[in-house]
């Protein structure tokens, strides 16, 4: 198990109960904020984003190996964005079989034989890792997988390391609390936003963040809104809904909304298949994608962002297709893959099938979703496999080797949760923002970090999804 906090700091039932309380005022004072579940979309009653009472220490060398490598993890979803050939190829079998993908897939085409109205492309990413364990003791950096849409915490995360230096200080860790980072991806995120927005060319048009019917998670975005009004670009929220009452394009397809030209559409919802309730959902989504408008993201760099197509990119020779003169790019990115295997139909997706059945705890299966909940493991494998077989119906999925990082002891902290230590398992995020216009890229930045913990008893799923909390890294 990695060392954490000194266990006299850890088994000192009454100092960690003062610490706990130091900390949520800290987390209150910093701005590290949830409305409730009982009133998502109302900001009367707000308590704390669930946090770690302590960070969590990281080794400094994969820290920085995952910052390194994000700005060409950029440039790898622009490129792939661009080359329809590759999407087609690398999402044939999956669209046949996954009803939410070729939905998607679909825009795509019509986008294409339409031709992209706008030239300015913005991306906001976040490539999420776990540092696997080998029996050796050695730690590496490995991807779980890049979030291309609705790519969270950026904000939150930007006001989590005053609460644990605060925290460090009040348990006599002066030393520790000087080594937490400063981070603020707000600014970041805003910065690539606020360039897209100004290369658009209206000073009238605003950005719109297309939101989520229930906003417990405001805040968050709220940071990257209030950096945006303070370069005095107007920003509006709407929902799927209103773009379906009041949505239109004019004659030079701009993008109205509620009579407001938008001039960059930032989706922080659609990512999800329920999220499109309605066809009228799906007619707002193409709407959005054939208009002037900025979109981040884009369809295409939206089906970027597939599991699909990270399983694909493992393939022997295939990066090289993106960076054909790059074999230290190559060689960067392929570092950080973990072992990543096709179900498509064949011998090939036999043997993968074959594997899994035989040895399940090694192993995640991975469906074509994102926001956390949606991966399957152990005997659950067995089942979804055993069910699927001889169908097409496994190809909706990847098998991905089971990353194994060490444990760490830590305390949770949840408005209401109780107060016990777990053993605890971390995931690195890190974000990217990157804006090209035509040819030309004219960002291209590595904007900061998330550190999300969890207790090792749960497998899969995120803070907004209520299992994991927010966190720093502690470089070691």
Known sequence: MAQGMPDNIMMDAALIADLAEV???EALLQGVLMRIQESSNSSELVTYAPFALFPTPVPKDVFLQALAVQTHYNTLVDRISQDSDFLQEALARTIEVDDFTARLFRIHQQILKEGRAQSIVLGLNRSDYMLDQGKDGSVSLKQIEINTIAASFGGLSSRTPDVHRHVLKVAGKLEESRRILDNDPASGLARAIAKAWELYGSERAAVMFLVEESQRNIFDQRYIESQLWKRNIPTIRKRFHDVTKTGSLDQDKKLFVDGREIAVVYFRNGYMPQNYISEQTWDARLLMERSLAVKCPDISTHLAG????????????????????QPRVVEQLRATFAGLYTLDMGSEGDQTAAMALAA?????????????GNNIYGAEIC?????????SARTAYILMDKIQPAAVQNYLLRRDGPLEISNCLSELGVFGTYVRHGEDMVMNECAGHLLRTKSSEHSDGGVAAGVAVLDNPLLV
């Open 23 to 25: 900390a949520k005022d």
């Open 306 to 325: 597939t599991k699909k197509v990270q399983q694909v990119l493992a393939r022997p020779g295939v990066l090289e297709r993106f960076f054909p003169d």
């Open 360 to 372: 399940p705890d090694q192993f995640v299966l991975k469906p074509q979703r994102e926001g956390g």
């Open 383 to 391: 089942r979804v496999l055993r069910a699927a077989e001889g169908s």
